[in-house]
C-alpha cells in the first residue's frame, strides 16, 4: 500500500511518498502555493500517477495537546481534499517535526537557504515515517 505524506504550511506544501510495501518514508518534493485549489489539483495529480491509497495530513497541535488556527486550517484542507479524492486521509500529530527536521538538515551542514527550500519535505517525510512505524505495531 502506498501512502503520500503532506505537511501544509502557509506557503508551502512537503510531501513524502512511501515505499510500495508501506514501510519506508522518503521525501517527493515541495511544493509552493499561493491557491489552495490549484494546489489540491495537483495533489489529486500525483495521488494518481504514483498510486496512492492513503494520506497522512500533520496536524499542528499546541504542545499542551490543544488545537489553534493553523489545526483549523490543516482540518478545513482536509475536507477539501477529501471532496476531490476518494482516499482515506488520516491526520497525524506533527508537534516538533519542523524542528526535528531543522536540527537534522543543521547536523547535514545545510545553510539556512537550502534548509528553508526542503525543511516542509522532511517535515513530511517525519510525519508519514511516525504515522508507517505506529501502524505496525
Do not use: C
Request: aromatic fraction near 6%.
Amino acid at each position: 500500500m502506498r501512502y503520500l505524506g503532506l505537511d501544509l504550511g502557509t506557503k508551502s506544501l512537503g510531501l513524502s511518498l512511501s515505499d510500495k510495501t508501506g514501510l519506508i518514508a522518503s521525501f517527493y518534493k515541495n511544493i509552493s502555493y499561493t491557491d489552495k485549489n490549484k494546489l489540491i489539483e495537483e495533489i489529486k495529480d500525483i495521488v494518481e500517477k504514483e498510486h496512492v491509497e492513503k494520506l497522512v495530513l500533520g496536524l499542528p497541535k499546541n504542545m499542551d495537546n490543544s488545537l489553534g488556527w493553523r489545526s483549523a486550517e490543516t482540518i478545513e484542507f482536509k475536507k477539501k481534499l477529501e471532496e476531490k479524492l476518494d482516499k482515506e486521509i488520516i491526520l497525524e500529530d506533527e508537534r516538533l517535526t519542523t524542528k526535528i527536521a531543522e536540527n537534522m538538515l543543521i547536523d547535514f551542514d545545510l545553510s539556512r537557504k537550502k534548509r528553508k527550500k526542503v525543511i516542509d519535505g522532511v517535515s513530511a517525510v517525519i510525519i508519514l515515517q511516525s504515522y508507517l512505524d505506529r501502524k505496525e505495531r
